[in-house]
């Protein structure tokens, strides 16, 4: 693995990270395939909006289909037919979010399947050992993320366990091609953080990400911490914000020198009948829509805006036709792909201020939102 910033301006970066299955140009939104599957798309579809990387989730392959099966029919990429890179985050959020029994010990996290109610365990070994066997090319360390509002007992108690098992992480590793990357943690405390960050920082990971954000904290309280942390992490390494995938956050974060994102929001909404634009959502369902011509987004470059006017896609979701939400999907994937392409192409040329304040405009109606 290799990365390189190529660019900056003020804390924004413009990168380059090469990882086992090809260079990710950064910033970059991965799109979330939780259950080995972008859902409705296919990898063709990926390629279209020139996806570079995908995540998937350990929690939901850990309980179906499994480690053996991944394995057994050549792992994850060759088991899903995606060639470029992957990234499976530890488990620890789903685990800590879902509604699960678990229990928590120093030595990991015991909890009941939510499909069957079997008992399982993570811990900070076995998840990189299931990550390392799905082949993937980026796996996140096991960490306990607290919910927001915390007490300070419970986020001084999240930081330690999570340096931790970053550390079991980190001696558990034994394949060159997946990398590990930590994850901080501290909830919106600044010395929680800046511990976290240094603890796990002297672990020299190859790359970090900022845990434990976009769990219902405001939007100010999310981009001031997203600042705070991004400033304490290397230079030379990336940077990944972990669950943030709205216009106006990426943004924010890419400006605060977030290299990395991801978030179920853009394909969650594409099912929903939500179309993501540059200058806010449309509920494609809405009468005003019926008769409409236009495409989703005249300024959007995707297949799906070339191709469909509203007035189809909303007939599409009133009918309850699968195409409905596979094309939103799309759209929605496409226009934060052209998001980042154009913030990669403005960082690069200087102009990423002019691009954040009229990107601002369009989606909030002002430009000093954040
Ligand atoms: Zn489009």
Same mark, same amino acid.
């Given at each position: 693995?290799?990365?390189?910033?190529?660019?900056?301006?003020?804390?924004?970066?413009?990168?380059?990270?090469?990882?086992?299955?090809?260079?990710?140009?950064?910033?970059?939104?991965?799109?979330?395939?939780?259950?080995?599957?972008?859902?409705?798309? *296919?990898?063709?579809?990926?390629?279209?909006?020139?996806?570079?990387?995908?995540?998937?989730?350990?929690?939901?392959?850990?309980?179906?289909?499994?480690?053996?099966?991944?394995?057994?029919?050549?792992? %994850?990429?060759?088991?899903?037919?995606?060639?470029?890179?992957?990234?499976?985050?530890?488990?620890?959020?789903?685990?800590?979010?879902?509604?699960?029994?678990?229990?928590?010990?120093?030595?990991?996290?015991?909890?009941?399947?939510?499909?069957?109610?079997?008992?399982?365990?993570?811990?900070?070994?076995?998840?990189?050992?299931?990550?390392?066997?799905?082949?993937?090319?980026?796996?996140?360390?096991?960490?306990?993320?607290?919910?927001?509002?915390?007490?300070?007992?419970?986020?001084? @108690?999240?930081?330690? /366990? *999570?340096?931790?098992?970053?550390?079991?992480?980190?001696?558990?590793?034994?394949? @060159?091609?997946?990398?590990?990357?930590?994850?901080?943690?501290?909830?919106?405390?600044?010395?929680?953080?800046?511990?976290?960050?240094?603890?796990?920082?002297? %672990?020299?990971?190859?790359?970090?990400?900022?845990?434990?954000?976009?769990?219902? @904290?405001?939007?100010?309280?999310?981009?001031?911490?997203?600042?705070?942390?991004?400033?304490?992490?290397?230079?030379?390494?990336?940077?990944? %914000?972990?669950?943030?995938?709205?216009?106006?956050?990426?943004?924010?974060?890419?400006?605060?020198?977030?290299?990395?994102?991801?978030?179920?929001?853009?394909?969650?909404?594409?099912?929903?009948?939500?179309?993501? *634009?540059?200058?806010?959502?449309?509920?494609?369902?809405?009468?005003?829509?019926?008769?409409?011509?236009?495409?989703?987004?005249?300024?959007?470059?995707?297949?799906?805006?070339?191709?469909?006017?509203?007035?189809?896609?909303?007939?599409?979701?009133?009918?309850?036709?699968?195409?409905?939400?596979?094309?939103?999907?799309?759209?929605?994937?496409?226009? /934060?792909?052209?998001?980042?392409?154009?913030?990669?192409?403005?960082?690069?040329?200087?102009?990423?201020?002019?691009?954040?304040? @009229?990107?601002?405009?369009?989606?909030?109606?002002?430009?000093?939102?954040?």
């Amino acid at each position: 693995m290799s990365f390189t910033v190529l660019a900056h301006e003020g804390a924004a970066r413009r990168g380059s990270l090469a990882l086992a299955h090809g260079v990710v140009e950064t910033p970059a939104f991965m799109p979330v395939g939780t259950a080995a599957t972008v859902k409705a798309l *296919t990898p063709e579809d990926l390629r279209s909006i020139d996806a570079r990387i995908i995540l998937a989730n350990t929690y939901h392959l850990w309980l179906r289909p499994g480690r053996e099966t991944i394995a057994e029919l050549g792992g %994850l990429h060759a088991f899903m037919g995606w060639d470029r890179n992957v990234l499976t985050d530890s488990g620890g959020f789903q685990v800590f979010s879902l509604e699960t029994r678990r229990v928590l010990s120093d030595d990991g996290v015991r909890f009941r399947s939510h499909l069957d109610g079997s008992e399982h365990e993570f811990t900070p070994e076995n998840v990189v050992a299931f990550q390392e066997a799905l082949g993937v090319d980026v796996a996140m360390a096991l960490d306990v993320c607290v919910k927001l509002p915390a007490a300070q007992g419970e986020i001084d @108690e999240s930081v330690r /366990l *999570t340096t931790a098992w970053a550390k079991r992480c980190a001696a558990a590793r034994s394949r @060159e091609r997946t990398q590990l990357f930590g994850i901080v943690q501290g909830g919106l405390d600044e010395r929680s953080r800046e511990r976290s960050a240094a603890e796990l920082v002297a %672990l020299d990971l190859p790359g970090y990400a900022i845990g434990g954000l976009s769990v219902g @904290e405001s939007r100010d309280d999310l981009y001031r911490m997203t600042r705070f942390t991004a400033e304490l992490l290397p230079e030379g390494k990336p940077r990944y %914000l972990m669950g943030v995938g709205t216009v106006r956050d990426l943004i924010a974060g890419i400006d605060c020198g977030v290299d990395l994102f991801d978030c179920v929001y853009p394909t969650r909404c594409g099912r929903n009948g939500r179309a993501l *634009t540059r200058s806010g959502d449309l509920n494609i369902r809405a009468a005003a829509f019926a008769r409409d011509g236009r495409p989703i987004d005249a300024t959007c470059g995707c297949t799906v805006c070339a191709t469909f006017s509203r007035a189809y896609i909303s007939h599409l979701f009133r009918a309850n036709e699968m195409l409905g939400p596979r094309l939103l999907s799309l759209h929605n994937l496409a226009v /934060l792909a052209q998001l980042m392409a154009e913030a990669r192409k403005a960082i690069y040329a200087g102009t990423w201020g002019e691009l954040r304040d @009229e990107a601002l405009l369009a989606a909030t109606g002002s430009a000093s939102s954040s």
